[in-house]
Structure formats: structure tokens, C-alpha cells
């Protein structure tokens, strides 16, 4: 998994305040996705971005949070209010194409993930 | 949406045993995934499977795409005690212009533990 940044790895948070999460890709890379874990959990995707747009945010809750991946800098969620729900380990992976194209290796690479949470 | 259904949700073993542990679906995944957990990291890929049928080999580990495309399952032989860990399958399904982009479902996780 080297390669794959995320920081910070732990945040404690209060309710209502402010979470960022940032994640910069492996070299080369230019598609990022952002999954949740919740405890004793898989990971469910939350959302997939290129550079300056988001892709699929379909696994993202309508309120609150929001991601980015800008022309320059990290890949960033946010997590506005946090309320004792959003406590989990968000994972970032990276990938070089658009994918899992067919007899690739089709690997997304994951970060070490940032653990919220929220007291 | 999508579901996957991991089994079984934990295994004890001896060192040197076999094991097994499959996911099923309710709907087709034309790409399975199988990645491990250490605790406190990310996943790690395993093994990729493309086709229906595919049987792939990665040292100890033997996984199968099933010919519905609605299973798979993952096969550790002569299991070690590095082996611990939670095992994850993951499906994709394909997006526009015939490629499966990185959004994966995945199944709850097998947690193995391995006595020596």
C-alpha cells in the first residue's frame, strides 16, 4: 500500500464541529475514491473523484459531507456537524485509469485510512 | 442496492489446516475481489477474477469466479500464523464504456484466527 497518503490517521472530534480528511494518491495517479468502515463492517463506497470532478458520489450522504480533489493538493472530505454516527475509518484508494478494466490487474491501491471519532 | 454475503463471519484454526470462506450475491458482479485487513491498516489485494469460471492461484491462495457471477469463494491452503487477519470479498459491476470503475461492494469480512 505504499504510496497511498492519509492523514491525519486519528481525529477526535465533538459533536458539531468540523472533520477533514485528506488523502493524496499514489504518483501518477489521477482517480481517487473515498470508502467508509464502520466497526466490524466492509468498506462501502462513498464516492469516486478526477481531478477537479466528481465522478459518482452516489454512496455519499445527501447532508454534511462533501469531497474535493483539486488541480493541485490533496484529495479532501469533509465532514460538516459531526454527530457520534459518522465514527468509523475512512479509507481513500487511488487507481492510475478509470478502473477495473478487463485483464488488468484492476488494483485499487488504499491508504491506511483516518479513524474518526466523535465523542 | 447491492448486497454481498460473506461466510462464515469468523474461523479458528490450527496452523497447517485448510480454509475456505465464499460470498454470494443477489445480482451479477462481472469483477471479484478478494483484499485482507491487518489491524489499523487498509486492504490489500489479493486475487482479481474477470471471467466467469476463473480459477486463479496466488501461492496458497486459490480463488473462483462462479459461473453464475453471483459467487465466488477463496481457499487458503496450509494455513500460517501471518495468515490472521479479516478477509474481504468486493464486486464490481460495469459502468459505461464496458470498464468497472473502482466502485466496490463489499462483503462483511471473515476475521481467522490461526493458532499455532
Known amino acids: 500500500n505504499a504510496g497511498v497518503m492519509q492523514n491525519p490517521r486519528h481525529l477526535v472530534r465533538r459533536r458539531g464541529q468540523e472533520a477533514r480528511l485528506r488523502c493524496s494518491p499514489m504518483k501518477g495517479h489521477s482517480h481517487v475514491y473515498w470508502y467508509r468502515q464502520l466497526p466490524e463492517e466492509g468498506l462501502k463506497f462513498m464516492v469516486y473523484l478526477q481531478k477537479e470532478n466528481i465522478i459518482d458520489e452516489s454512496g455519499m450522504p445527501k447532508e454534511r459531507f462533501s469531497a474535493e480533489f483539486p488541480k493541485e493538493g490533496p484529495s479532501i472530505l469533509r465532514i460538516q456537524q459531526v454527530v457520534r454516527g459518522d465514527s468509523a475509518a475512512y479509507f481513500c484508494?487511488?487507481?492510475?485509469?478509470?478502473?477495473?478494466?478487463?485483464?488488468?490487474?484492476?488494483?485499487?491501491?488504499f491508504g491506511e485510512g483516518s479513524r474518526l471519532t466523535v465523542l | 442496492g447491492q448486497q454481498l454475503n460473506q461466510s462464515p463471519q469468523s474461523m479458528f484454526i490450527q496452523e497447517g489446516e485448510d480454509v475456505s470462506m465464499n460470498c454470494t450475491s443477489s445480482?451479477?458482479?462481472?469483477?471479484w475481489l478478494w483484499y485482507k485487513q491487518d489491524p489499523g491498516e487498509g486492504p490489500v489485494l489479493l486475487i482479481a477474477?474477470?471471467?466467469?469460471?476463473e480459477l486463479t492461484s496466488n501461492g496458497r491462495l486459490t480463488a473462483q469466479f462462479g459461473i453464475t457471477r453471483k459467487d465466488s469463494f477463496l481457499n487458503i491452503s496450509a494455513s500460517i500464523p501471518s495468515d490472521v487477519g479479516i478477509y474481504f470479498c468486493a464486486g464490481a459491476a460495469f459502468g459505461a464504456g464496458g470498464t468497472s470503475y473502482g466502485k466496490l461492494t463489499f462483503g462483511q469480512g471473515t476475521i481467522l484466527t490461526v493458532h499455532p
Open positions: 484508494a487511488s487507481s492510475p485509469f478509470m478502473g477495473l478494466q478487463q485483464g488488468g490487474t484492476g488494483e485499487l491501491f
Open positions: 445480482s451479477i458482479f462481472n469483477t
Open positions: 477474477l474477470y471471467k466467469a469460471g
